[in-house]
């Protein structure tokens, strides 16, 4: 079963901010991914053992991808791609511990959407300079500039309501599916819902940072170049 914690709040100069559960869910995700990544890196050789194998398949597999879809004149968002391809999987996939995903909380599914905007909004600039990038809003006719305007606002939204929706909705799914085994008993809460654990949580936690990933790709292409 999903669990969720109650957290305290702490008061930053008047501003209340909630320690909620998915906030320490993604805290404990990137304290492990930065410590996997320090114990990885200083070990690197040239004839590589096993765990730099698998770091290297990643990376290149990551590099693979960046190329195909977006080019090689956009390898420097590598790191970028690879960064969010980890720390969402990471968050997805927590509910195979009983653990409730932090992207089942919308303010998470926002916030990741926002850091997706901003890359895309920033580099645009930074590539076709601030004038272009406005003028951009007006093409290829003047008229289309409010709906210009729309399509690029309502990007983090549509990229935050699609992870959102799917992960709250399969977790929901599993509470239901618990409350319903609780009156049977303890085996069949063990026993039958491995194979809906490996759909809702492995599959469509896996396809559902895929489809953010790719379309974070894809937006930074398409925007930079208009």
């Known amino acids: 079963m999903v669990l969720g914690l109650a957290m305290p709040s702490i008061n930053l100069f008047g501003i209340r901010l909630d320690i909620t559960s998915s906030l320490i869910t993604q805290w404990v995700i990137m304290v492990l991914i930065i410590l996997l990544a320090i114990i990885l890196t200083p070990k690197l050789t040239e004839v590589p053992g096993d765990s730099q194998n698998i770091a290297e398949i990643f990376v290149e597999f990551i590099s693979n991808m960046v190329e195909e879809n977006m080019g090689k004149k956009y390898v420097g968002f590598i790191p970028y791609i690879g960064t969010l391809f980890i720390f969402m999987l990471c968050m997805n996939l927590v509910g195979l511990f009983g653990i409730k995903p932090p992207t089942t909380d919308y303010n998470v599914a926002l916030g990741m959407a926002l850091i997706s905007f901003i890359?895309?909004?920033?580099?645009?600039?930074?590539?076709?300079?601030?004038?272009?990038?406005?003028?951009?809003?007006?093409?290829?006719?003047?008229?289309?500039?409010?709906?210009?305007?729309?399509?690029?606002?309502?990007?983090?939204?549509?990229?935050?309501?699609?992870?959102?929706?799917?992960?709250?909705?399969?977790?929901?799914?599993?509470?239901?599916?618990?409350?319903?085994?609780?009156?049977?008993?303890?085996?069949?809460?063990?026993?039958?819902?491995?194979?809906?654990?490996?759909?809702?949580?492995l599959f469509d936690g896996t396809l559902q940072m895929i489809i953010f990933v790719m379309l974070t790709m894809i937006n930074i292409k398409i925007i930079s170049e208009h």
């Open 119 to 201: 890359v895309i909004q920033s580099y645009t600039i930074k590539k076709v300079g601030i004038g272009q990038y406005f003028t951009g809003y007006g093409k290829p006719f003047v008229f289309l500039l409010p709906i210009n305007i729309l399509e690029r606002v309502s990007l983090p939204l549509s990229l935050s309501l699609r992870l959102f929706g799917n992960m709250f909705a399969a977790t929901v799914i599993m509470d239901l599916l618990y409350e319903a085994l609780r009156g049977i008993g303890f085996i069949a809460q063990i026993g039958i819902p491995i194979p809906f654990h490996a759909y809702f949580d």
